[in-house]
C-alpha cells in the first residue's frame, strides 16, 4: 500500500519549452503533496507543499512562475516547469501524506529526471 | 527552526561489519526523525521512524536507530552490512507540533560495501 507513481520517469525538453510532471498516489488519496528538487550527489530541497483545491505554498526562493503546481484532487499533482533553461534540469521527486494517516507520513514518488537541452 | 547534521558524507565499510551512519538534529519542539534509504535513480524509501514512542526504533532490512534527547542524536546502524545495502542514506526531520508537517532532510550519507 501507499504508492506514488510519478510519471515521466525521465524527460529531455529543449530550452524554453515548458513541460509537466505528474504524481499520483495509486492507492490512498492525498491531502497534501510535497515537490522537491533534488541535485546531484545533494539532499532534498523542498520546493512547495500543494494541498488539494488551494494554491501551493512555495519555500523561500522557489519562482511560482516558473514552477506552476496544480493539486486538482486528491489523488494527483502536477509540477510544470515553464521556459525551462538548462539550470532547471534537476532530479525532481514527489511526495504525498494520506488524508486516513497521520499528518507526519509522507510516501515518496521514483522521481523525475529533468534534461533540458 | 529545525536542522540535521548528518556526520560523513560517505561511509566505507566491509560485508558483514557494522554499519553507523551518524544524525545529530536541531529542533524547537519535540521531533519527528526519519531515516530513508535511495538507490541510484530512485526515491526515497522509509527505513524507519521515531514519534515519541519507544526511543529504540527497528526499521525494514536489519536496521534501527536509537532517539537520545540528550546527545540530540538519531544515529542509525545495522549488526551487519550486505552488498545491497550500498545506497544514499537520509535523515530527516519533523516538528511533531502545530501544522508543520514539512521534513527537513540532512544531506546524506553514502554507505559503500566492499565485498
Known amino acids: 500500500g501507499a504508492v506514488v507513481s510519478q510519471h515521466p520517469s525521465w524527460v529531455i525538453c529543449k530550452s524554453g519549452t515548458s513541460v509537466k510532471i505528474e504524481c499520483r498516489s495509486l492507492?490512498?488519496?492525498?491531502?497534501?503533496m510535497f515537490w522537491y528538487r533534488q541535485f546531484p550527489k545533494q539532499s532534498l530541497m523542498l520546493m512547495a507543499t500543494?494541498?488539494?483545491?488551494?494554491?501551493?505554498?512555495?519555500e523561500q526562493g522557489v519562482e511560482k512562475d516558473k514552477f506552476l503546481i496544480n493539486h486538482a484532487s486528491l489523488t494527483l499533482s502536477t509540477l510544470t516547469v515553464t521556459s525551462a533553461h538548462p539550470e532547471d534540469s534537476s532530479f525532481y521527486i514527489c511526495?504525498?501524506?494520506?488524508?486516513?494517516?497521520?499528518?507526519?507520513?509522507?510516501?515518496f514518488g521514483p522521481g523525475t529526471r529533468l534534461t533540458v537541452t | 527552526a529545525q536542522s540535521v547534521t548528518q556526520l560523513g558524507s560517505h561511509v566505507s565499510v566491509s560485508e558483514g561489519a557494522l554499519v553507523l551512519l551518524r544524525c545529530n538534529y536541531s529542533?524547537?519542539?519535540?521531533?519527528?526523525l526519519f531515516w530513508y534509504v535511495q538507490y541510484p535513480n530512485q526515491g526515497l524509501q522509509l527505513l524507519l521512524k521515531?514519534?515519541?514512542?519507544?526511543?529504540l526504533v527497528k526499521g525494514i532490512n536489519g536496521f534501527e536507530a536509537e532517539f537520545k534527547k540528550s546527545e540530540t542524536s538519531f544515529h542509525l546502524t545495522k549488526p551487519s552490512a550486505h552488498m545491497s545495502d550500498a545506497a544514499e542514506y537520509f535523515c530527516?526531520?519533523?516538528?511533531?507540533?502545530?501544522?508543520?508537517?514539512?521534513?527537513?532532510f540532512g544531506k546524506g550519507t553514502l554507505l559503500t560495501v566492499n565485498p
Open positions: 530527516a526531520v519533523k516538528n511533531s507540533g502545530g501544522s508543520n508537517y514539512k521534513l527537513t
Open positions: 492507492d490512498f488519496q492525498a491531502t497534501t
Open positions: 511526495s504525498a501524506s494520506p488524508v486516513a494517516g497521520v499528518v507526519y507520513e509522507q510516501y
Open positions: 529542533s524547537s519542539v519535540p521531533p519527528y
Open positions: 521515531y514519534t515519541s514512542a519507544a526511543t
Open positions: 500543494s494541498n488539494e483545491g488551494s494554491k501551493a505554498t512555495y
